[in-house]
């Protein structure tokens, strides 16, 4: 139960933030589709009540200022090559595989959807360890995993 309260909590404030809707209308919709997934999907983000779901929910929440930090920069970073009047030359997309130290399901999907939220950066694939990325530039491309896989790891892997 406090799993099911703790996922429909987060995804409440993150509708809130993402929305902007404050309206009752659209506050009560967001409420129960905030319910409807914590009903349904609290074990993603909470895996069994043993789990120490307080440290993960602490150590999330600490990872979130710091990804939206990094958004922010690839932000400019992307901006600036699509600037820049020599913007073909700037840019080498590929597609390239990396291998994760990640273990445990949700960590993976956080460090992918990290990635994908990042611009200039999409996940494609996730098998097992192997990640497949597609980086705009080679410097996103070399950036990962990196402090994002660190920082993930902190906060959702069992073992520190």
Same mark, same amino acid.
């Given at each position: 139960?406090? /799993?099911?309260? /703790?996922?429909?909590?987060?995804?409440?404030? @993150?509708?809130?933030?993402?929305?902007?809707? @404050? =309206?009752?209308?659209? @506050? *009560?919709?967001?409420?129960?589709?905030?319910?409807?997934?914590?009903?349904?999907? *609290?074990?993603?983000?909470?895996?069994?009540? %043993?789990?120490?779901?307080?440290?993960?929910?602490?150590?999330?929440?600490?990872?979130?200022?710091?990804?939206?930090?990094?958004?922010?920069? %690839?932000? @400019?970073?992307? %901006?600036?090559? !699509?600037?820049?009047?020599?913007?073909?030359?700037?840019? =080498?997309?590929?597609? &390239?595989? &990396?291998? *994760?130290?990640?273990?445990?399901?949700?960590?993976?999907?956080?460090?992918?959807? *990290? !990635?994908?939220?990042?611009?200039?950066?999409?996940?494609?694939?996730?098998?097992?360890?192997?990640?497949?990325?597609?980086?705009?530039?080679?410097?996103?491309?070399?950036?990962?995993?990196?402090?994002?896989?660190?920082? !993930? /790891?902190?906060?959702?892997?069992?073992?520190?």
């Amino acid at each position: 139960m406090k /799993a099911k309260f /703790a996922t429909f909590v987060i995804m409440l404030v @993150f509708w809130v933030v993402m929305s902007g809707m @404050f =309206d009752a209308f659209h @506050f *009560s919709l967001g409420v129960i589709c905030c319910l409807l997934v914590a009903y349904f999907s *609290s074990d993603l983000l909470f895996p069994a009540p %043993a789990q120490p779901w307080l440290r993960e929910l602490i150590g999330m929440f600490a990872y979130f200022p710091w990804l939206l930090w990094q958004i922010i920069l %690839a932000n @400019f970073q992307v %901006a600036y090559l !699509i600037l820049h009047p020599q913007m073909l030359e700037k840019i =080498d997309p590929h597609l &390239f595989r &990396f291998t *994760s130290k990640l273990t445990r399901p949700i960590a993976k999907v956080a460090m992918a959807q *990290s !990635i994908t939220l990042t611009p200039g950066t999409i996940t494609v694939n996730i098998h097992e360890d192997q990640f497949a990325v597609y980086a705009l530039t080679r410097e996103a491309a070399e950036s990962l995993p990196g402090e994002m896989e660190q920082r !993930i /790891a902190k906060a959702l892997e069992l073992e520190r």
